[in-house]
């Protein structure tokens, strides 16, 4: 099993959306916290971009979530939030694609995430549940 290294201030955590999407108000709350908390957060405009159910398209998500994978500049992933989709992107990733083991955190919906992550990248994966 592939541990990623843990994350620490300065680092650079990259926001992405692989599931539902988030009102801008609670976006920007998050993103101030993680600047708050010492990190470095950047996204893809992209995060905003709206489906019915999702933030997007299938494929502009997975694209996301690769791209922000294999930068080498970013520390760790982090899902603005769970709700529905995030199965839809299993199909379009490529293990082997992926550089080295990153954290990705995420809950919810995002458990497909976690899971094929643990599954298919033999990779630790951390689910973590909001306070509300």
Request: net charge positive.
């Amino acid at each position: 099993m592939h541990k990623p290294r843990p994350v620490r201030r300065g680092d650079r955590i990259a926001i992405v959306a692989p599931a539902s999407q988030c009102p801008r108000e609670e976006f920007d709350r998050g993103v101030n916290e993680l600047r708050r908390l010492g990190f470095d957060a950047v996204f893809a405009d992209s995060v905003f971009d709206r489906g019915t159910f999702t933030a997007g398209s299938a494929r502009t998500r997975a694209a996301a979530f690769v791209d922000a994978w294999n930068d080498p500049a970013v520390a760790a992933l982090i899902a603005v939030r769970g709700g529905y989709g995030s199965v839809e992107l299993l199909p379009l990733l490529d293990a082997a694609t992926l550089g080295r083991p990153k954290l990705f955190v995420g809950y919810s919906d995002n458990t497909s995430l976690l899971s094929w992550l643990t599954v298919q990248r033999h990779q630790i994966a951390v689910d973590v549940h909001t306070t509300q």
